[in-house]
């Protein structure tokens, strides 16, 4: 299937219409960041997740809850701490007492995982055990109780956050459970002059109403869409090739991927690579991929898939500075 009908031509322009929108509606609340919430838009067009990482202050969690009243989606917070248990996300059986009856009935009463968008807050404070439990109900987009299975609402969008500084106490994610978020995300400080205005508008009196662009079927209607926009083969084998080069073990990886990785990114990387390519091109009102599209996703999908090894520790260099490598030294696209 592909774009090529006039209601999928005229879906796309409204998507395009509507990724303005949102953004303007977002930049009442929110100052600057708006690369942050194009690859946002991005990743829930995808259906997938995203691990947002950033020091504290940087407007994180007020950045979400406005994306989710400028979508019109229901938005819960989970503040992860040592001592959240997997009930504590995912809800939990209470016993009653039928008062016709007399008959005493166990009823489950759902947890904060039952909305549309997820703020998961410093996921790594808490134990493995809690966070395998948000981590199925990502994949799995049900909650199992009881015997008895309950289906998330969709769509259904998670954000992990952590912090980049403090890490005693921490339960840091397995790669395995990294590779489940489509990004992975670096919120930066604001520029001089964005921090002005941060100032000017928090220090106000004035507060500014967001108003809904897109509902939640429309945003599944979307999610579909994505689908449909048609990649070439040379695009395929672009996103391909450049997962590939991440491998120490393939005979197309440079040398110095060979000296500084332990282990390359898995074939999810390709695939994401390209759905959110094509989340990309629609959300800018094209109708097919462009390997640019690939690029400019390539980073926030690519550098939590990457273990370096001891080499590239000592020489303090990072998954994300071998990323933009390989972006750079590449010339096939």
Known sequence: MSIENMDDLQAVEKLRDAHEKIS???GKVVVGQKEIVDQLLIALLCGGHVLLVG???????LLISTLARALDLSFSRIQFTPDLMPSDITGTEVLEEDHTTGHKVFRFVKGPIFANIILADEINRTPPKTQAALLQAMQEHEV???GETFRLEEPFFVLSTQNPIEQEGTYPLPEAQLDRF???LWMDYPSAAEEEEIVRV???????DVSAVLSGS?????QRLVRRVPATDHVVHYAVDLVRKTRPCDLTAPEY??????WGAGPRASQYLVLAAKARAILHGRHSV?????????LPVLRHRLVVNFHAEAQNVSASDLVRRLLEEDTSG
């Open 24 to 26: 303007g509606e977002i």
């Open 55 to 61: 020091v504290p202050g940087l407007a994180k969690t």
């Open 144 to 146: 199992t109780a009881g």
């Open 182 to 184: 489509i990004f992975n």
């Open 202 to 208: 928090t220090t106000s009196s004035v507060s500014a």
């Open 218 to 222: 429309e945003i599944i209607t979307a």
């Open 257 to 262: 991927v060979r000296e500084l990785i332990q």
């Open 290 to 298: 462009a390997t640019e599209d690939i690029k400019a996703v390539a």
